[in-house]
């Protein structure tokens, strides 16, 4: 069972966890599907811990059972538990089921996880009259406009479910708005010299325009932006460069080299603060 693999499309992946769970089996499930790929952590039968793109714990989980194609293998070998995901695999699933017809429910409102919600009222108007949960009115303390679905889910430790729950209600009661400030920039070293440090990065000046017309961007100067690429995520200094292309971002050479990024790599960019 050590070389464990096939296609979702033969066999569903909770059947596969079902048997790795009745042999006890420890090791990585590995999946793929296009440019998509995620594991599955697996310790005595039970899965402890999950990756999936920026996700990781029961969000990553979540996504990855939703899954029906790609391919899986399996990997035996001693797996440390993170102790990401607590949750028996029975429960695990039947969660994630639970959870699957709520996202898809939700999707409607809601179509991608990279969208940042933001909440334009304080407390105690902006809960006033809902009926939350104690995990959901965590969630919407952290709709500031800044932190989108996926980050929101990561710094609350609460799944995909219970994040749109919370925004859905805030969205019917017509307290909260969604932006999607987030570009796709090709990295490009910057020139660096005398006059010039490296302690910043820079991005064209018609994105300051475009974020400086969203409402949670609009109160002032934009001087951080929040950069992702492959899972990672960092904060850095900004300023907007009129000579600079639209389609490109500007690092020192020393972040791209602690970063691990080579010129034309593409991160994504938005607003920080």
């Known amino acids: 069972m050590s070389n464990l693999r096939g296609l979702l499309q033969s066999i569903n992946l909770t059947d596969v966890l079902q048997l790795l769970h009745s042999n006890r089996k420890s090791g990585e499930l590995l999946l793929h599907n296009g440019r998509l790929q995620g594991v599955l952590y697996v310790n005595g039968g039970e899965i402890v811990h999950a990756e999936s793109g920026s996700a990781i714990g029961e969000t990553a989980a979540f996504d990855l059972l939703s899954w029906d194609r790609g391919e899986f293998e399996f990997m035996a070998g001693p797996v440390k538990s993170s102790g990401s995901i607590q949750r028996s695999l029975l429960d695990l699933v039947m969660e994630s089921a639970r959870n699957l017809d709520t996202r898809r429910r939700l999707r409607v409102h809601f179509p991608t996880l990279e ?121 850095e200094p900004v300023q907007f460069n009129t000579g600079l292309s639209d389609k490109a971002i500007s690092l020192p050479e020393p972040l791209m080299q602690s970063w691990g990024l080579q010129p034309s790599d593409s991160v994504v960019v938005r607003p920080d603060h």
């Open 115 to 235: 969208a940042v919600p933001w909440t334009f009222l304080p407390e105690p108007a902006l809960t006033a009259g809902l009926v939350l949960s104690p995990e959901a009115r965590m969630v919407v303390q952290q709709f500031d406009g800044y932190h989108d679905f996926l980050q929101v889910m990561a710094t609350t430790h609460q799944n995909e479910a219970v994040v749109l729950e919370a925004a859905f209600a805030l969205l019917e009661a017509e307290r909260l708005q969604v932006f999607e400030p987030s570009v796709t920039l090709k990295v490009q070293v910057m020139k660096t010299g005398l006059f010039k440090k490296g302690d910043h990065v820079e991005v064209g000046a018609t994105h300051e325009s475009r974020w400086r017309g969203l409402q949670p961007y609009s109160h002032g100067q934009i001087h951080l932006v929040c950069i992702q690429w492959h899972g990672r995520v960092v904060h």
